[in-house]
Nanobody, 117 residues
Framework: VQLQASGGGVVQAGGSLRLSCTTS????????MGWYRQVPGSQRELVAS????????VYGDSVKGRFAVSKDNAKDTVYLQMNSLKPEDTAVYYC???????????WGQGTLVTVSS
């Protein structure tokens, strides 16, 4: 499984961006998909995830109420809508997928999000 992320860029504080992550196979082959982010010198942290079947979302505390994760099974794509962006949201965002049946985690390439103050 390969994950292709897109949608990063530069935005002013208070603005919005939408990230996309498309799988090379079927989204239904993964148990969960979502996004982590990482700032240089810090650990990778969970931003949001969603179950591939029921679409149950989970959010990191720092983004609750501002970010929304969704999926489009027909397009094998997961989205991260980021609103009310803050400078502290600046990070490299990594698309992530997990297949529970073989206990394997997949990572896409990172996409840089920069929020200017």
């Amino acid at each position: 499984v390969q994950l292709q992320a897109s949608g990063g860029g530069v935005v002013q504080a208070g603005g919005s961006l939408r990230l996309s992550c498309t799988t090379s196979g079927s989204i239904s082959s993964l148990t969960n998909m979502g996004w982590y982010r990482q700032v240089p010198g810090s650990q990778r942290e969970l931003v949001a995830s969603i179950t591939s079947d029921a679409g149950v979302p989970v959010y990191g505390d720092s983004v609750k109420g501002r970010f929304a994760v969704s999926k489009d099974n027909a397009k094998d794509t997961v989205y991260l809508q980021m609103n009310s962006l803050k400078p502290e949201d600046t990070a490299v965002y990594y698309c992530w997928g997990y297949d529970h049946s073989i206990m394997t985690t997949y990572w896409g390439q990172g996409t840089l999000v920069t929020v200017s103050s």
